[in-house]
């Protein structure tokens, strides 16, 4: 018998190596796609609806008198801002615009104090502290018009500050 005839060439190795090559290709191309339709189908935390949207029942839109309607007479008032003080360790910044509608809410938490939020209660997720024990997320909600952001300072008293913003 010919031994020829039963060993694989030189070319039938290469090309089969290039097949299967194309094949692991095709798998990588497919397994990429699913993953793209698969987030696709899951939206980010950006496009999804905010958990945070109101500070002790102010919303982003409201006018001046309905936000001092909730929260009482600011201890500084004015038409482009009021600040608040409920106690020694919570305050309170409201922005208005030219029509005297909010655009800006932004608590401010001096620790220790139990009304401190988290970050889990105001992104729904915790957020990772830096090495020196600060935080800080912002995240976008553009179909809900506003941001929402968590910044912790470091130190054993920290200050942290929770903002809603409108997207200008």
Known sequence: ???TLLKP???????TV?????????????????????AAAHPTAEEDSPLFHDYRGVQ????ADEARKKLGDPKDKGDEQDFFV???TETL???????HK???????FLNPSNAVLTAKQVLGADVEAKPDGSMYKM??????????????????SPLTSITLQKIQ
Not at 60 to 63: A, Q, S, W
Not at 102 to 108: E, Y
């Open 102 to 108: 909010v655009v800006t809410i932004s608590a401010d």
């Open 18 to 38: 290039l097949i299967a090559a194309a094949g692991l290709l095709l798998a990588l191309h497919s397994a990429n796609v699913q993953g793209q339709r698969k």
């Open 93 to 99: 910044q409201v922005v208005y615009d030219k029509a």
């Open 86 to 88: 409920f106690n020694e």
């Open 139 to 156: 995240v976008r909600y553009p179909k809900a018009g506003y941001w929402v952001s968590y910044n912790r300072t470091s130190g054993t």
């Open 9 to 15: 060439s030189a070319h039938f190795r290469i090309f």
């Open 60 to 63: 982003l839109g409201m006018t």
């Open 1 to 3: 018998m010919n031994q």
